[in-house]
């Protein structure tokens, strides 16, 4: 079975500037959940995607939004950047009953 | 929101040792992992363990949810054992809360 996957690996954006980050779930998993990691935190929730809905959201501004398709892959779009944004964005998917299963994650780097 | 708490936040070793992490949560859970994140920054999942006792290898996890609390034990530790390992649970919303970590530093 095929893992998380996340693209790009890495990204440098300009404050003020759109980012989009993308995430294709694990084989079987409905659900998909983005974390940002800040340098030596653990990570925090952002939101959650079941069926193409947000059904859950983590204490983040508007300016993060999100998107899943059919196939259960998602999106993660961050607008008007700012320089705390920078971060190791973390995907996840999961199914009923199981675990969660992390991509190796996308650092972004706001200059 | 649940709380967790890990400890203990750094912990060095040398090659060979024994050691225990703890994680305590506020709260009943319906799902606790236990996590390595490697230098990359990619989570592994060790161990799915809400309630019990699991193995694998060197590696071993017990959860005992009516006391709130969970242990990883590393046995005969490696240098390769070195990172952040987090325990993460879930409650009865839809997020999971991360403690703060124990960073383990294995040295040969």
């Known amino acids: 079975e095929t893992g998380v996957t996340q693209s790009p690996t890495h990204l440098i954006k300009t404050r003020g500037q759109q980012v989009t980050l993308r995430c294709s779930s694990q084989?079987?998993?409905?659900?998909v959940s983005w974390y940002q990691q800040a340098l030596g935190q653990g990570p925090q929730f952002i939101f959650q995607?079941?069926?193409?809905?947000?059904?859950g959201r983590g204490n983040f501004p508007p300016r993060f939004s999100g998107l899943q398709f059919p196939n259960y892959s998602s999106e993660l779009n961050v607008n008007a950047l700012e320089l705390d944004d920078s971060a190791l964005y973390l995907c996840a998917s999961s199914s009923t009953g199981f675990g969660y299963t992390f991509g190796s994650g996308t650092r972004l780097t706001v200059v | 929101g649940i709380q967790v708490e890990q400890s203990p936040p750094d912990l060095i070793l040398q090659e060979g040792a024994n050691s225990t992490l703890r994680c305590n949560f506020s709260?009943?859970?319906?799902?606790l992992q236990w996590f390595h994140q490697n230098p990359w920054g990619q989570l592994i999942n060790l161990f799915y363990i809400p309630s019990g006792t699991k193995q694998n290898g060197r590696l071993s996890a017990t959860t005992v949810a009516t006391e709130r609390y969970s242990l990883l034990y590393i046995s005969s530790s490696q240098t390769t054992d070195s990172g952040v390992y987090f325990c993460?649970?879930?409650?009865?919303?839809?997020?999971?809360?991360f403690g703060a970590g124990t960073t383990v530093t294995v040295r040969a």
């Open positions: 995607y079941y069926r193409e809905e947000e059904n």
């Open positions: 993460a649970v879930r409650s009865n919303d839809y997020k999971l809360s």
């Open positions: 709260d009943s859970v319906n799902n």
């Open positions: 084989s079987g998993h409905n659900t």
